[in-house]
């Protein structure tokens, strides 16, 4: 067995912290930052990495027990967003339409497919995602 060379560490080199035992019960592991599944490009010119599935609307909220990743409030001063329009989700890759008061479709390759709310449509890059008056292109990740 070869033993680790600490000569050189002291109180400099590691920090130590002393710790209440009692502190250890409630400690929650935070999963590590996963990779961007897709970029959304708003029609506003924002971007967003999204690494989990992302609620979308003017002021989105998950149904009880859902568990999302994102919640992404948009202006929408025309009032055709939704609350919470629509879902996306990265693994698949796809978007719900959460049966909306105007609707969602995805436009690809020049045809738009108006969405089935409830029901999961799968996207690829260059996808448009029109939901109310508003848009976001799905783009690959690097």
Not at 39 to 62: K, Q, V
Not at 106 to 132: H, I, K, N, T, Y
């Amino acid at each position: 067995m070869v033993e680790p060379d600490i000569d050189g560490i002291d109180d400099r080199t590691v920090r130590r912290v002393e710790v209440d035992d009692d502190d250890l019960d409630v400690t929650r592991a935070r999963p590590g930052r996963r990779p961007a599944g897709a970029t959304l490009a708003f029609d506003t010119g924002d971007r967003f990495a999204l690494t989990g599935a992302a609620l979308i609307g003017r002021n989105p909220s998950p149904s009880a027990g859902e568990v999302v990743e994102h919640l992404l409030p948009l202006t929408d001063d025309t009032r055709t967003v939704s609350k919470t329009h629509v879902l996306v989700t990265v693994a698949p890759l796809a978007v719900v339409d959460r049966a909306s008061t105007n609707g969602s479709a995805v436009v690809r390759a020049g045809v738009e497919q108006q969405l089935e709310p409830g029901r999961p449509f799968a996207l690829e890059p260059g996808d448009v995602v029109r939901f109310g008056d508003r848009t976001f292109t799905i783009e690959a990740t690097a």
